[in-house]
């Protein structure tokens, strides 16, 4: 059971279906979709909202899925602080992951995650990925691409 070209190491079934292996995923999220909502008090508040849309490609460049992503801002400072949701949809399902992101100005249409490369908390999954826990580590490119490397729990 192989995504082709998308796998960095041998691929198995993710837990909640027929094996019990771990799993390494590898993409590039790019052609961002971006929006902005802000809500409340003019520039970055609590409250706020970014969306962002990727195609997922392998690094040759296969399409292979998407990720939707919607950060809601928390606490706005020196430091805005966001909850971040997304979900990366697959041929044979979805990969579900939660955490938390900051950022200098939330609302800046130009603005990127502080770090460099940030983890998410696998969720959960649908599909092949029913059940699905793990890490999911985000890397930040230019021109709003980004490399995922998603860490199944075998």
Same mark, same amino acid.
Request: aromatic share 4%.
């Given at each position: 059971m192989?995504?082709?070209s998308?796998?960095?190491a041998?691929?198995?079934?993710?837990?909640?279906?027929?094996?019990?292996?771990?799993? +390494?995923l590898?993409?590039?999220g790019?052609?961002?979709?971006?929006?902005?909502?802000?809500?409340?008090?003019?520039?970055?508040?609590?409250?706020?909202?970014?969306?962002?849309?990727?195609t997922?490609?392998?690094?040759?460049?296969?399409?292979?899925?998407t990720?939707?992503?919607?950060?809601?801002?928390t606490?706005?400072?020196?430091v805005?602080?966001?909850v971040?949701?997304?979900?990366?949809?697959l041929?044979k399902?979805?990969?579900?992951?939660?955490?938390?992101?900051?950022?200098?100005?939330?609302?800046?249409?130009?603005s +990127?995650?502080?770090d460099?490369?940030?983890?998410?908390?696998?969720?959960?999954?649908?599909?092949k990925? +029913?059940?699905?826990?793990?890490?999911?580590?985000?890397?930040i490119?230019?021109?709003?691409?980004?490399?995922?490397?998603?860490s199944?729990?075998?």
């Amino acid at each position: 059971m192989t995504v082709p070209s998308a796998i960095a190491a041998p691929a198995h079934a993710a837990p909640g279906s027929q094996g019990s292996s771990a799993q +390494r995923l590898v993409f590039i999220g790019k052609d961002a979709k971006l929006g902005i909502n802000d809500n409340g008090a003019p520039g970055s508040s609590a409250g706020d909202v970014r969306t962002l849309a990727l195609t997922m490609t392998t690094a040759s460049g296969t399409v292979v899925g998407t990720a939707d992503v919607v950060q809601t801002l928390t606490d706005e400072g020196a430091v805005d602080r966001a909850v971040k949701t997304l979900v990366i949809s697959l041929p044979k399902g979805t990969i579900s992951g939660m955490g938390l992101t900051t950022f200098n100005d939330f609302i800046s249409p130009t603005s +990127r995650p502080n770090d460099r490369i940030e983890q998410i908390a696998i969720v959960g999954g649908t599909g092949k990925y +029913r059940g699905a826990s793990g890490v999911i580590d985000i890397e930040i490119l230019p021109n709003f691409n980004s490399r995922w490397r998603i860490s199944l729990d075998g």
